[in-house]
């Protein structure tokens, strides 16, 4: 079992920048693959960025490339998500997932979430 707390997020300009933490309870986190998905009000759930386990192996769509980041430290059980440049349309609730399997892209791949944490961009 994993348990995941999402934070950081909150209210920023557009142009701005935000870094979303999520903290993982358990031992095994090191072997998880992880994944930060967002939704926006009135639209599905989709993608926004995916880690292998050990890091070496990153993914992002194609509407956050080149503006965000995505990284870990396994030593804290801790997964990152630093967003640059962030635009309107980045306004959403950020979620973070994980998987004891290959890294991926889809939501339907991740056992675990977090709560969310919400993100506004202001124009």
């Known amino acids: 079992q994993v348990q995941l707390v999402e934070s950081g997020g909150g209210l920023v300009q557009a142009g701005g920048s935000l870094k979303l933490s999520c903290a993982a309870s358990?031992?095994?986190?090191?072997?998880?693959?992880m994944g930060w998905f967002r939704q926006a009000p009135g639209k599905e759930r989709e993608f926004v960025a995916a880690i292998s386990w050990s890091g070496s192996n990153s993914y992002y769509s194609d509407s956050v490339n080149g503006r965000f980041t995505i990284s870990r430290d396994n030593a804290k059980n801790t997964v990152f998500l630093q967003m640059n440049s962030l635009k309107p349309e980045d306004t959403a609730v950020y979620y973070c997932a994980a998987q004891p399997r290959r890294v991926g892209v889809r939501m339907g791949e991740y056992d675990y979430w977090g709560q969310g944490t919400q993100v506004t961009v202001s124009s």
């Open positions: 358990g031992r095994t986190f090191s072997s998880y693959a």
